[in-house]
């Protein structure tokens, strides 16, 4: 069973910093990416950062571009991200999640949860103005 778990949420003002980390257990079980995705209440869960983790190729959602730095340390099984110049509007509970193949992302430029079939318990985000 591959086990996600989050940690580095908390509460920051406007224009603050957080690193989130996500230590997993998956490296025993040939999922190929990482990804960190939010979920505000009363919206949808989107995909924020993906990295693949043989090459370390990143992806980022236009929101959080320039913002946001994902990141690995394969010794730790730990991926990291590093969160700067954060807005109300990044308020969110954040999870970590890994998948085999994350196909729309290849095929459609873009972060689907249903191609990431292993979940993290989320960690939570304030952020005030």
């Known amino acids: 069973q591959v086990q996600l778990a989050e940690s580095g949420g908390g509460s920051v003002q406007a224009g603050g910093s957080l690193r989130l980390s996500c230590v997993t257990s998956r490296y025993t079980y040939n999922t190929n990416c990482m990804g960190w995705f939010r979920q505000a209440p009363g919206k949808e869960r989107e995909g924020v950062a993906a990295i693949y983790s043989s090459s370390g190729v990143t992806f980022y959602a236009d929101s959080v571009k320039g913002r946001f730095t994902i990141s690995q340390d394969n010794a730790k099984n730990t991926v990291y991200l590093q969160m700067n110049s954060l807005k109300p509007e990044d308020t969110a509970m954040y999870y970590c999640?890994?998948?085999?193949?994350?196909?729309?992302?290849?095929?459609?430029?873009?972060?689907?949860?249903?191609?990431?079939?292993?979940w993290g318990q989320g960690t939570q985000v304030t952020v005030s103005s």
């Open positions: 999640a890994a998948a085999f193949a994350p196909r729309s992302l290849v095929i459609h430029g873009r972060l689907d949860i249903s191609d990431f079939p292993y």
